[in-house]
């Protein structure tokens, strides 16, 4: 589950084709994983610029995990973001990574 700190939703990361890496029956994901509408949805409405959440991002996710590479970039994990370039404050995290 992701969640962008100006939205008032949360919203699901997407992974539209699987890398063939899983933990515990979930798919792993990398830093690549970052485009809007692929992998990325909307959060509602933006509190910053208020009017419906349009994301747009144009870099991949920070803090992967470097000694976990899926498809030759670093894993996703729980603290990892990305920043939306609509407003300074609009960090994207992953607020629930699926894994019990």
């Known amino acids: 589950m992701l969640r962008c700190a100006c939205g008032s939703h949360p919203n699901m990361l997407n992974l ?13 994901m990398n830093i690549g994983d970052s485009k809007v509408g692929d992998n990325i949805s ?16 144009h870099m991949e996710w920070m803090q992967g995990k470097p000694d976990l590479l899926v498809e030759g970039k670093p894993a996703l994990i729980n603290c990892s973001y990305v920043n939306c370039v609509h407003h300074e404050s609009g960090i ?8 019990k």
Do not use: N, W
Request: charged share 25%; with cysteine; aromatic share 8%.
């Open 16 to 28: 539209p084709t699987s890398h063939g890496m899983y933990i515990k029956g979930q798919p792993l």
């Open 42 to 57: 909307t959060f509602g409405v933006c509190e910053a610029r208020d009017k419906p959440c349009e994301p747009e991002v």
């Open 92 to 99: 994207i995290y992953i607020e629930d990574d699926g894994q």
